[in-house]
């Protein structure tokens, strides 16, 4: 209970601080764009209702949703298949360099000439962005699976689908998780972005709206929320993935406890 409480003040301790200080930085603020942080949260209730959830909100969450699983379906699958075969690396490898490279943002333009302007484009652009970090990392988790437990495998006769489930995919989970918790930050980036561009909803729609109107509280509550929907987000995939990936944790435990 004790070691519960520590963490807690100590994961609270910063966004407090930060929070206080931009709270007394701003108080006596009359700069239109600099508004005082109690006028933000006073606005909040009144710009997020429960329609503005259901019109903006969670069309945007649906959008993220099916953007990221999309890549993560893609990403995993071709990493493996990629990180399995050494002469498809071989051959995939510089075009995957050259893709990467490319800044997600610049795609779209491209992709609205060919998915239009309505929720295609968003989740295809959201897909394109996130499924390079969980690509990546599946390929080189495939790569690294240790010799001794793949030969131990192919004594025991563990051969197709439970080879790929029970080695291969589980030896390479913890980096798979690392590829798809940067592809969560990039998601929301990409989600915002392609809402700015072409959109009748939306949070960064909603944002942008705000800013062109002045209504610069607004925007803010705007901002804010962004920042607490990816903070809810990172929660959620944190306790997903300690669920996933007890038997890794579990091992780097026992690996760091002495004697």
Known sequence: MRRVL?????????????????????????????????????TFPDVWTGERWRGDVLPSVLRLAAGY?????????????????????????????????????????????????????????????????????????????????????????ITGVAWLRYVVLRSASPQIFAGLRQALSIGIILMVISEMFAASNGLGFTIVQFQRSFAIPGMWTGILLLGLLGFVLSVLFQLVERRALGWYHGLRAAARRPG
């Not at 301790?13 to 930085?25: E, G, K, N, Q």
């Not at 959201?126 to 240790?146: F, H, M, Q």
């Open 69 to 157: 699983v999309l890549a993560a379906v893609a990403g995993v699958a071709l990493g493996t298949l990629i990180g399995s075969h050494r002469r498809v690396r071989a051959v995939c490898e510089p075009v995957l360099e050259f893709l990467r490279a490319v800044p997600p943002p610049v795609l779209v333009p491209v992709i609205m000439l060919f998915a239009g302007i309505g929720d295609t484009m968003k989740i295809v652009v959201i897909a394109a962005g996130c499924v390079w970090p969980v690509l990546l990392n599946t390929v080189e988790g495939v790569r690294a699976v240790d010799a001794v437990t793949a030969e131990t495998a192919r004594s025991y006769g």
């Open 6 to 42: 520590l963490r807690l003040v100590l994961t609270l301790a910063l966004p407090a601080v930060l929070v206080a200080l931009w709270w007394v930085s701003s108080a006596g603020s009359e700069d239109v764009y600099w508004p005082p942080l109690r006028t933000i949260v006073k």
